[in-house]
């Protein structure tokens, strides 16, 4: 079978001397994988959730498809170019690679990931960029927490609540402050605005929500190098 697909590129391994696997979330099949046979002697530039347009072979019965032709769909300006770009480039990747391996085909998941890229190549706030990424992409694979209570004063990650009563635990998160801001990550709202240290705490309340959630999800060493560059 030959086709034609629309790509977001989330891994990269070597294959052979020449060749290498690529792992693409891509538009019309979800999270598929290709060998790029003679890449390595085309040096040809593949980035990390770069979005490419790519024709390829596949059999039926194989699970690696043969790409035959592979073009960039858009080129970014700046998102390789400025460190802290290049930080949540990283970030993104950490966690689509996690959680989109066994993801079929989404045309709102797919074109969600694309704008997020697009955005992060534009913003001039990458501070923001993280806990609204983590936040929202959550919603979109169906975690969206509850809002039992309007003016919420907990935020019950267990049960993925914002409430006024819950059973406590080291699950609960009961700053006004950081309710506030998380909830905010979920259903954006700009007027509000938090400082560096809310912005770093609730990014790391949001991986514990996600990795009680998401089996095997784990982000430590990316935090560490995050909260180090990003919230100094």
Same mark, same amino acid.
Not at 23 to 38: A, D, I, M, N, P
Not at 165 to 179: E, H, K, W
Not at 202 to 218: D, E, M
């Given at each position: 079978?030959?086709?034609?697909?629309? &790509?977001?590129?989330?891994?990269?391994?070597?294959?052979?001397?020449?060749?290498?696997?690529?792992?693409?979330?891509?538009?019309?099949?979800?999270?598929?994988?290709?060998?790029?046979?003679?890449?390595?002697?085309?040096?040809?530039?593949?980035?990390?959730?770069?979005?490419?347009?790519?024709?390829?072979?596949?059999?039926?019965?194989?699970?690696?498809?043969?790409?035959?032709?592979?073009?960039?769909?858009?080129?970014?300006?700046?998102?390789?170019?400025?460190?802290?770009?290049?930080?949540?480039?990283?970030?993104?990747?950490?966690?689509?690679?996690?959680?989109?391996?066994? +993801?079929?085909?989404?045309?709102?998941?797919?074109?969600?990931?694309?704008? +997020?890229?697009?955005?992060?190549?534009?913003?001039?706030?990458?501070? #923001?960029?993280?806990?609204?990424?983590?936040?929202?992409?959550?919603?979109?694979?169906?975690?969206?927490?509850?809002?039992?209570?309007?003016?919420?004063?907990?935020?019950?990650?267990?049960?993925?609540?914002?409430?006024?009563?819950? +059973?406590? &635990?080291?699950?609960?998160?009961?700053?006004?402050?950081?309710?506030?801001?998380?909830?905010?990550?979920?259903?954006?709202?700009?007027?509000?605005?938090? #400082?560096?240290?809310?912005?770093?705490?609730?990014?790391?309340?949001?991986? +514990?929500?996600? #990795?009680?959630?998401?089996?095997?999800?784990?982000?430590?060493?990316?935090?560490?190098?995050?909260?180090?560059?990003?919230?100094?």
């Amino acid at each position: 079978m030959k086709a034609k697909e629309l &790509g977001i590129l989330i891994d990269k391994q070597t294959y052979s001397e020449s060749s290498i696997v690529l792992q693409f979330y891509t538009l019309e099949r979800g999270f598929q994988s290709f060998v790029f046979k003679g890449a390595l002697k085309k040096h040809k530039a593949l980035n990390q959730l770069g979005l490419y347009e790519f024709s390829y072979f596949k059999r039926p019965e194989s699970d690696l498809g043969i790409i035959a032709q592979l073009d960039f769909a858009w080129t970014p300006q700046a998102l390789f170019e400025r460190p802290q770009k290049v930080l949540l480039v990283f970030f993104m990747t950490d966690v689509l690679q996690q959680t989109l391996r066994y +993801q079929g085909a989404d045309p709102q998941l797919f074109y969600f990931i694309r704008d +997020q890229l697009v955005h992060l190549e534009t913003t001039a706030s990458e501070r #923001s960029f993280p806990t609204q990424f983590l936040a929202q992409y959550l919603m979109l694979l169906g975690y969206t927490p509850l809002i039992e209570a309007e003016q919420s004063a907990i935020f019950d990650l267990q049960k993925g609540s914002f409430c006024h009563v819950s +059973q406590g &635990g080291a699950s609960c998160i009961q700053d006004f402050t950081l309710v506030a801001f998380l909830k905010a990550q979920f259903w954006p709202n700009e007027a509000a605005l938090f #400082s560096s240290a809310v912005h770093k705490e609730g990014l790391r309340v949001l991986i +514990q929500y996600a #990795s009680i959630h998401l089996a095997h999800f784990n982000l430590d060493k990316t935090m560490d190098i995050l909260h180090d560059t990003l919230y100094d």
